[in-house]
């Protein structure tokens, strides 16, 4: 497999290097040239990035720098010097107080259900299904209280209270843990990314503080988290074109949001039931995977479940705060009625109407969302290039660590939301995480179309490369499959077989592992059961389980037109110039054709 990754990497040099030093022009000729060579530049450092090998090295690195960071929250103290910063972060902290004291419900029973549990695993469940999670499994919370509040909650709902009955006569009362489970997930070649596994109780009232968040947001910043990453992708655009935004990127931002800081953020106004409630529903401690636990100084880490909500709160209030300070107008995201999205704008802010502003609009066919002048997602900040340094400066302040690598205020590069963006034009790479399945040779294979597609640079040796991995020939699917059932083509192949009226092809499918709950099986929870149906967790007399590495068997497909031009996210087509970009990228790359012919001969 090593032979064939350095194979491969040999090949992507070789299709990319006429790319790499393009001699610089004036006009439009030179800008296309800079383009062209971001993209080259951005392929090359992104293409084994996040590859996944097993590297321990990569996870001793991740749990060093968790600790380190842990231990760094303990330091933290408030700002007493009265300088800039001081000034924004006590703004800040009268944005966020008056928000959360005025609009927080700390009744626990009224939320305990609102937020579900996530997708991934609890400490001590059998799976990652809400079924698992909650009705099929063992429940564990890290303190007693939340034991009874819970049991408390469970007499409001009788279904509920006989579904937690039958889980009960199988896996026991509610066990009491000492606190969340540390796990390392790939990142990158040189570090792991860290996550926190909760106590399933504790996961169900943080993710209920979670959806308090998300409304608060929505209500107050104009910022809706499912869908706020596409105005920063408009935003990061707009700022690498017209100098007029800056893009800051935090490091380890999850694991920097000190404890100490919180309790002096959010009693502003004295005591607060929203600061109660998150000490109450985080975990004290962690456990190391060498089985040591650690006591948190940090409020909570990745995997918990109010982390990335509060952090996009304390953000946007020092944004704002900032905006306040600096007398800069804090303009709010809108959502456009119509699909095709005006974007332009006066002082780069996007207006609905051509009216406001005297430039011929840009038609965008993906969002929906129109931003204003700030964007916050988590840890993806953007702001204006005026308050860049002053939110930068607030950040540092607070405790958090500006990745000055990552973050861009000057420069035609801006990158957020995974968007590279140089001078407007997304530059954004492809990463190869595995190639031991044909599933993964596929998926690499799709996405360098794409890429292909969207930039103009064919990778004819590095396509063939990725062709010459199968001992049989691979599978050609059509453009609306997903990108491992096979090779996507806007044509069929030659030996695709056309019958009675429709196409037939193969192609690979996941297999998908959960529950049945219509088979009759006497160990099935039944108030479990219609409480996920009714909530719509159970599709198909099925409950699902998520799996980290889906297995794959293959499977028959048929459809009428195999020839459905590519859709954008929103379901729209994209201009008709990019179809055409798109069918000249499968013969440039060689997928279909010719290639199909030479595997066919040589197998």
């Not at 600790?67 to 009265?82: F, G, I, K, L, Q």
């Not at 702001?383 to 035609?412: D, Q, R, W």
């Not at 092809?505 to 149906?533: E, F, H, T």
Request: charged fraction near 20%; proline fraction near 5%.
């Amino acid at each position: 497999m090593e032979a064939f990754s350095n194979a491969l990497f040999r090949n992507l040099v070789t299709d990319i290097s006429p790319y790499l030093d393009l001699s610089p022009n004036d006009g439009e000729a030179g800008r296309n040239h800079a383009v062209a060579c971001a993209n080259a530049r951005s392929l090359l450092n992104s293409f084994y990035k996040k590859f996944e090998d097993d590297n321990e090295y990569a996870k001793a690195a991740a749990i060093a720098l968790f600790r380190s960071m842990n231990d760094r929250c303990a330091m933290w103290r408030p700002p007493t010097e009265v300088s800039l910063d001081f000034v924004v972060l006590n703004e800040a902290r009268s944005i966020a107080c008056t928000i959360v004291n005025n609009n927080f419900d700390p009744n626990p029973i009224r939320h305990l259900f609102d937020g579900g549990l996530g997708s991934g695993m609890c400490v001590g469940s059998s799976g990652t299904s809400y079924y698992s999670k909650l009705f099929h499994g063992p429940l564990t919370c890290d303190k007693e209280v939340l034991k009874r509040i819970y049991n408390i909650s469970l007499q409001l709902d009788p279904d509920w209270r006989d579904a937690e009955f039958k889980r009960s006569m199988g896996f026991g009362l509610i066990d009491v843990v000492k606190g969340s489970k540390i796990s390392t997930v790939p990142k990158n070649r040189e570090i792991a990314r860290t996550i926190c596994t909760e106590p399933t109780i504790n996961m169900l009232y943080q993710k209920g503080v979670d959806a308090q968040l998300r409304v608060m947001m929505r209500k107050f910043f104009s910022i809706d988290l499912d869908n706020q990453a596409d105005a920063n992708r408009l935003l990061a655009a707009e700022g690498s074109r017209s100098q007029n935004f800056g893009t800051i990127d935090l490091k380890s931002a999850s694991d920097t949001i000190s404890l100490s800081f919180i309790r002096w953020f959010f009693s502003r106004y004295g005591d607060s039931a929203f600061l109660k409630a998150l000490e109450l529903y985080r975990c004290e401690r962690t456990e190391l995977p060498n089985g040591d636990y650690v006591k948190l100084h940090m409020i909570s880490s990745m995997g918990n479940g109010f982390t990335f909500s509060l952090q996009s709160l304390i953000f946007a209030s020092i944004v704002a705060a900032t905006y306040r300070v600096c007398k800069i107008k804090l303009l709010y995201n809108r959502h456009s009625p119509i699909a095709s999205d005006i974007y332009y704008g006066k002082d780069s802010v996007v207006k609905r109407t051509k009216k406001h502003v005297g430039m011929k609009p840009k038609f965008n066919h993906e969002h929906k969302v129109i931003p204003g002048n700030f964007g916050v997602f988590g840890d993806d900040i953007i702001c204006t290039t005026k308050s860049y340094s002053t939110v930068c400066y607030a950040l540092e302040s607070a405790g958090f660590i500006v990745n000055h690598e990552k973050s861009f205020v000057s420069g035609p590069f801006r990158e957020s939301c995974g968007f590279d963006a140089y001078l407007g034009i997304n530059i954004r790479g492809v990463y190869v995480r595995r190639l031991k399945k044909a599933t993964d040779i596929y998926s690499v294979v799709n996405r360098l179309n794409r890429w292909t597609a969207r930039t103009g640079i064919p990778l004819k040796y590095t396509v063939k490369c990725l062709l010459g991995w199968f001992k049989r020939p691979p599978l050609y699917v059509p453009y609306d499959m997903p990108d491992d059932s096979g090779i996507r083509t806007l044509v069929p192949s030659p030996k695709t077989k056309y019958r009675f009226g429709v196409y037939w092809y193969k192609y690979m499918s996941p297999v998908q592992r959960g529950v049945n709950v219509s088979d009759g099986n006497p160990w099935l929870n039944p108030m479990g059961v219609l409480i996920c149906a009714l909530t719509g967790r159970a599709v198909g007399g099925r409950i699902v389980e998520r799996q980290n590495d889906n297995a794959f068997v293959m499977k028959f497909g048929v459809t009428p037109n195999w020839r459905i031009p590519p859709r954008g996210d929103d379901g729209f087509l994209p201009p008709s110039h990019l179809i055409h970009d798109f069918e000249w990228s499968l013969e440039a790359n060689m997928v279909v054709g010719r290639v199909l012919e030479s595997t066919s001969a040589r197998t």
